[in-house]
């Protein structure tokens, strides 16, 4: 599907970072654009400064995580624009450390926003797309959703659940006119870990050397409209993937060349 003028589209998380960026990437292109997230103020905000028609963007404050929130906010945004052909399942937070240091709080959280948010998201968006029997369906998962690191194993985990989701249910959506794309970002130069900065493994790099969330964003529209089944960004991501898939010792030793020993540190 090719986004231009007049086409609907609804991002959860775009209030920062990724989600903002795919939000000014549509806009740019013509589009009429849904913004979800938790900070109503933030939304209101970036609907005002898009480009386009005034008036064209939507703020949807809501918590992915609760259900009947996202689906009062497919709704408003079906209500306004009169249906919708794209949804990004975007919205998702971080919280990394050693699994048995990692509070079951925290624990229910990223479970409930990163996964059972993307399938509240995508559930709701469903509907009306394959009533009109047109559409396509992101889902912003993460290269730890192919490959999991320590220290990010609850993270990883419901990154896992959203490429195992996206894989079937791609499948399941053939011949109904809507399609889906899993994405994989790498680093990406975002707010996801400004709350853990500090506690940071010693694997991970960001900052200076994490990638452009405009680049990401223009990597997923790519993605879109050549109805690709996944996109990683940056590509190493995806071959880190496939050498996984292939053997995850190789994986271990391609990432302790590339990370250091933190990054797979047992041998066997
Ligand atoms: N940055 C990276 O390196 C990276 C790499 C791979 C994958 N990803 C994935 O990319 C996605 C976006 O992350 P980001 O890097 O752009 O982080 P970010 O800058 O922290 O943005 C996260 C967005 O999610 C929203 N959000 C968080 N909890 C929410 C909830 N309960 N309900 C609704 N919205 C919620 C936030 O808005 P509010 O706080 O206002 O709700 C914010 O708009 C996540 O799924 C993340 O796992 C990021």
């Known amino acids: 599907m090719e986004v231009g003028s007049g086409t609907r589209a609804l991002v959860t998380g775009a209030s ?3 989600g903002r960026a795919l939000a000014h990437t549509l806009a740019a292109r013509g589009a009429r654009v849904g913004l ?3 900070s109503a103020p933030e939304l209101e905000r970036l609907a005002a400064e898009l480009p386009g028609l005034a008036g064209g963007h ?3 404050p809501c918590d992915v995580s ?3 929130q ?3 906010a497919v709704e408003r945004f079906v209500a306004a624009t009169g249906g919708i052909d794209l949804v990004v399942a975007n919205a998702g937070i971080a919280h990394y450390g050693p699994f048995r240091e990692l509070s079951p709080e925290r624990i229910e959280q990223m479970t409930a926003v990163n996964w059972l948010g993307t399938v509240w998201t995508v559930r709701a968006a469903l509907e009306p797309m394959v009533a009109a029997g047109r559409g396509h369906v992101v889902i912003v998962s993460s290269g730890a959703g192919q490959r999991a690191f320590p220290d990010a194993a609850v993270y990883g985990a419901t990154k896992a659940a959203q490429r195992a989701f996206g894989e079937a249910l791609r499948h399941e959506l053939a011949g109904t006119g809507v399609s889906l794309t899993v994405a994989f970002p790498g680093e990406i130069a975002t707010a996801l870990h400004d709350h853990e900065k500090a506690r940071m493994p010693a694997w991970y790099r960001g900052d200076a050397r ?3 969330p405009d680049a990401l964003a223009d990597a997923i529209l790519a993605a879109v409209a050549a109805d690709r089944r996944t996109v990683a960004f ?3 991501v995806g071959l880190l993937g496939v050498a996984n898939g292939i053997s995850p010792r ?3 030793a391609i990432l302790r060349r590339l990370r250091g020993p933190s990054a797979a540190p047992r041998r066997d």
């Open 210 to 212: 994490a990638a452009s």
């Open 36 to 38: 979800a997230a938790r």
């Open 66 to 68: 609760e259900r009947s």
């Open 250 to 252: 190789f994986a271990d």
């Open 234 to 236: 940056p590509r190493l």
């Open 70 to 72: 996202v689906e009062a």
């Open 58 to 60: 939507h703020a949807l």
């Open 16 to 18: 920062s970072g990724i």
